[in-house]
């Protein structure tokens, strides 16, 4: 584990997902954090199930006189805050652009402003789009190839990595950019209209004795990384010495593929059918991160595998039955209306 001694870090959006997991490793790190969170990201019943930090901050990170004052109380901040959905980013620009522009623009003049030791601004594999190879091949994702972003939520994260570039080299302030891969694991919760949480639909869904629907026969591959592992990333990207400027994947190197995710699940569950859903439009088959960097700069690979992954989720959510959205079992017969157009 990574020492943060002492090390105050403000985590914004430190309610959600992977906010509270860095929240946790820097607690457990010997650091001390300092939670933002507007929580705009879920209804109030599933934060409950969620767990907020006892020391949250609620607020907007687009409030100038905020951002000011805890930043000045803080020696890192990682910004971890957005409107993290593809699909809603699409649906409702005027909340993405508020969130994932504006709020990411006074996020840098804070950390610019107040000299912080370095900021990790958390974009996403998004960026990379189909890749250079296009959506019908398995890719390997490398920092420096040609970006392509393919809606709004990926270009507010390249535009956010080029931001953090310009506003803190000129600011003399230290940055490390990451991109997560598929990020999940324990609390996470989907959202409605939302179609890329896998792990936690697949398992509510075998939960509540549902199908699994598998498009294009489950041969679409991801690069799962668990959530605990993303956060101990992140914050071994807080103090690592070669991170000072670098853009770095944060995945596992390894494709798992939907077919192979749903299996895992009915290892648990066997009485779980599956059943077979055509390909969304422009839906690409995936690949995995490049790790080369990663594992070179943090000295640190992930460690949980996606078998164990799932079996913590499934361990999870028999002991939290509440997170299970209550609008979830419709949500399949919506989702295949909105993927209407589809290849064959
Ligand atoms: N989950 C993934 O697979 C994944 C992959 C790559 C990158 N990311 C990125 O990682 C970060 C965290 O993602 P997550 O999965 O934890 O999402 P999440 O939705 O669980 O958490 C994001 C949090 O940000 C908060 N937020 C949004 N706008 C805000 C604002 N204006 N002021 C204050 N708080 C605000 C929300 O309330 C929410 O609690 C995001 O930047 C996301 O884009 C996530």
């Known amino acids: 584990m990574t020492s943060l001694t002492g090390a105050r870090v403000l985590v914004t959006g430190g309610a959600g997902l992977i906010g509270a997991a860095i929240a946790r490793h820097v607690r457990a790190s010997g650091g001390a954090p300092i939670v933002l969170d507007d929580l705009s990201g879920y209804d109030a019943v599933t934060y409950q199930a969620l767990g907020l930090d006892p020391d949250l901050v609620v607020g907007d990170i687009n409030d100038e006189s905020l951002m000011g004052r805890l930043t000045r109380m803080s020696d890192f901040v990682v910004h ?22 504006s709020g990411t623009h006074q996020v840098l003049r804070a950390a610019a402003r107040e000299q912080v030791k370095r900021l990790i ?44 570039r310009h506003l803190l080299d000129a600011a003399g302030v230290d940055y490390t950019i990451v991109r ?6 324990e609390r996470q919760i989907p959202k409605p209209g939302a179609w890329s949480w896998v792990v936690a639909q697949f398992c509510m869904y075998a939960t509540l004795g549902q199908p699994l629907p598998l498009n294009n026969s489950g041969r679409q591959v991801r690069d799962f990384v668990h959530v605990d592992d993303a956060a101990e990333g992140i914050c071994r990207a807080l103090v690592a010495p070669r991170a000072g400027g670098a853009t770095i994947n944060i995945g596992s190197g390894r494709t798992t593929s939907i077919l192979q995710v749903a299996e895992l699940v009915r290892d648990h569950l066997p009485d779980t059918a599956f059943q077979a859903a055509p390909r969304p ?48 079992p ?6 295949s209306a909105w993927n209407s157009g589809v290849t064959p």
């Open 180 to 185: 997560p891969f598929s990020v999940y694991g």
């Open 281 to 328: 439009l422009h839906d690409p088959l995936g690949g995995c991160a490049d790790i080369a960097r990663m594992t070179e700069v943090l000295g640190w690979q992930p460690a949980i595998t996606v078998a164990d992954g799932v079996d913590r989720y499934l361990n999870w959510l028999r002991e939290t039955p509440e997170a299970i959205p209550v609008w979830l």
């Open 330 to 335: 419709g949500e399949r017969d919506r989702v």
């Open 80 to 101: 971890a805050a957005a409107f993290s959905t593809v699909a809603g980013c699409t649906r409702d620009p005027d909340q993405a652009f508020q969130s994932n522009l």
């Open 121 to 164: 601004f958390i974009s996403s594999a998004q960026v990379y789009g189909h890749g250079v190879q296009g959506l019908d091949q398995v890719q390997h994702f490398v920092e420096d190839q040609p970006m392509s972003p393919l809606n709004p939520y990926a270009a507010a994260k390249l535009w956010g990595e080029s931001h953090t």
